[in-house]
């Protein structure tokens, strides 16, 4: 019988279980991992499947094949793809960290419309309940509420890098948040309910499964923000939608 009961893609399932090993140290760096045989067996899954997965974790540096001898745990000194971004204080590094924010995200809305699940949907809406409902004057609070309904979002797409990208930009995405959501009074009022009214345009997207009009809600979302940068260093305001 297979262990794999989770909806979704199996090769992703396989991918996750077994980085899941490998950061659990179940398998160690530099160690030799089962047989595909055997992993089709203990997965219950086909040739096709793990082949699948394991050229996911060779990708992502997680493994190597070596000639005849199987696949093995890349070594911890082993060089894989980094991302680093500078810690960001002022509205320039705002800016170009939104404006490859907005980049990233319009692929992860039209990813997540197209391979949205019901337990996905539910995710993403407990998330938009949360920020609709929350009553606080604490901008942090506020701001990561925010971010973890785009967090939500990027985990509907299935492809765990989309996730990992936000979370690894997590406080250079917050600096921006937490700017727009220091208002007060009345135009913070109008604020809120700005936004809450895209993110229900996001949202209504996703669930009935339009990739376009997912990215022109997510355009629509982010992008004043990036006029309003561009506008305060003085340079051209730009529409990133596709037609």
């Known amino acids: 019988m297979s262990i794999i009961t989770q909806r979704g893609n199996l090769a992703e399932i396989v991918v996750a279980k077994l980085a ?10 530099g160690e030799k991992i089962p047989s595909s045989a055997q992993l089709c067996e203990e997965f219950g899954v086909s040739r096709t499947v793990i082949r699948e997965a394991l050229t996911s974790l060779k990708v992502a540096g997680r493994v190597i094949s070596r000639q005849g001898a199987g696949v093995y745990v890349t070594e911890k000194d082993a060089k894989t793809l980094n991302f680093e971004i500078s810690r960001i204080d002022d509205i320039r590094s705002a800016m170009q960290i939104l404006e490859l924010r907005l980049g990233v995200e319009m692929q992860s809305v039209a990813l997540a419309a197209q391979r949205r699940t019901p337990e996905a949907l ?11 409902n929350l009553d606080t004057n604490d901008a942090e609070i506020e701001a990561r509420a925010d971010f973890d309904f785009h967090l939500a979002i990027a985990k509907a797409t299935r492809n765990p890098h989309f996730p990992s990208f936000l979370v690894a930009v997590m406080g ?72």
């Open 20 to 29: 899941e090993r490998i950061d659990n140290g179940l398998y160690a760096p």
């Open 122 to 132: 539910a995710e993403i809406a407990r998330a938009f309940d949360y920020i609709e």
């Open 172 to 243: 250079e995405i917050n600096f921006d948040l937490v700017l727009k959501h220091r208002q007060s009074g009345r135009t913070y009022n109008a604020y809120l309910k700005k936004i809450n009214k895209e993110h229900a345009g996001i949202l209504a997207a996703i669930t009935q499964g339009d990739a376009k009009a997912a990215k022109q809600a997510l355009v629509a979302h982010l992008e004043e923000s990036l006029n309003r940068y561009r506008a305060m260093l003085d340079e051209p305001a730009g529409s990133e939608a596709d037609d």
